[in-house]
């Protein structure tokens, strides 16, 4: 679209870039925020993906600032946060980190919360968080040691990605699904298109969460 404002995933996540493509947007340039996402002590699930997502938010405009090309563009930060009641549960990075998310998801309840903060060219900064509730089968111990051999759980909120095997796990899910995936796709263009972020025509009305 000739005269498209700019526009900037402060993320290197290929399933958030992915659903944005899936919306029709394309980003202009990747700005993944370099910031430490462990969790304040007695922090709670909502507050923590809230302040993740504006300080991603932060570093992206702050390096937005220093190319001439970007300056004056929408930006896009967002943070998952996978709970159990009040605890959050890691980003598994390691075997054993894993298995443990596993298994105490294990026919449990969870609940995956994920902040969208929006910079706009003026910007201002509007943030929303989006919660999906979501129930895992009972897992055996072949089926956490199988999903763990298959490596999709490296780097996920939780220990798992649900657009992959752990699908299979989901008994119930109430909310968005893209929320789980990573990027709650209604309400980041309903935030976009608020702020005058032009969405293709029509894609409001037919997308499915």
Known sequence: ML???????ASGSPRRLALLNQAGIEPDALRPADVDETPRRGELPRACANRLARAKADAALKS???DDDLRGS?????????AVGRRILPKA???????QCLRLLSGRNHRVYTAICVVTPR???????????VRFKRLSEDDIQAYIGSGEWRGKAGGYAVQGIAGSFVVKMVGSYTNVVGLPLYETVTLLGGE???????WLNSVAV
């Open 196 to 202: 005058g972020f032009p969405i293709r025509h029509g």
């Open 93 to 99: 990075n390691l075997v054993d980190e894993a298995a």
């Open 123 to 133: 910007e201002a900064f509007r943030q929303r968080l989006v919660e999906t509730r």
């Open 74 to 82: 929408f930006i896009i930060a967002a943070d998952t946060v996978v």
């Open 64 to 66: 937005v600032h220093l």
């Open 3 to 9: 005269g498209r404002p700019k526009f900037v995933l």
